[in-house]
């Protein structure tokens, strides 16, 4: 299985992005797909996540509102759409798949996804 990331690059605070996360290889429809960050001298946080199914989605609480994500299963791809952005929103972002979720739960927890794609910058100027 390989993720490939795009979409990041510098945006000024209010702005939008969209990042998408492309699955290929033996892929499942029954995939969690989640965003990650890892914003300069922090740990990673999980961001948003979206199952591959039912289209359970979970946002961290200071994007809600701001940040959507949808998948396209056809295209094998799923999107994070960023608005209203905030310098602290400031990171590099990864998209990760866990292969055995559990139904209708979005786990948050970065060791449950098995797979990672590369990390994608996003900067946020003030």
């Known amino acids: 299985v390989q993720l490939q990331a795009s979409g990041g690059g510098l945006v000024q605070a209010g702005g939008s992005l969209r990042l998408s996360c492309t699955a290929s290889?033996?892929?499942?429809?029954?995939?969690?797909m989640g965003w990650f960050r890892r914003a300069p001298g922090k740990e990673r946080e999980f961001v948003a996540g979206?199952?591959?199914?039912?289209?359970?989605?979970y946002f961290k609480d200071s994007v809600k509102g701001r940040f959507t994500i949808f998948r396209d299963n056809t295209k094998k791809t799923a999107t994070l759409q960023m608005n209203s952005l905030k310098p602290e929103d400031t990171a590099v972002y990864y998209c990760a798949v866990d292969i055995n979720p559990a139904p209708r739960i979005v786990t948050t927890v970065s060791t449950m996804y098995e797979y990672w794609g590369q990390g994608t910058l996003v900067t946020v100027s003030s």
């Open positions: 979206i199952s591959w199914r039912g289209g359970d989605t």
């Open positions: 290889g033996r892929t499942s429809t029954n995939w969690l």
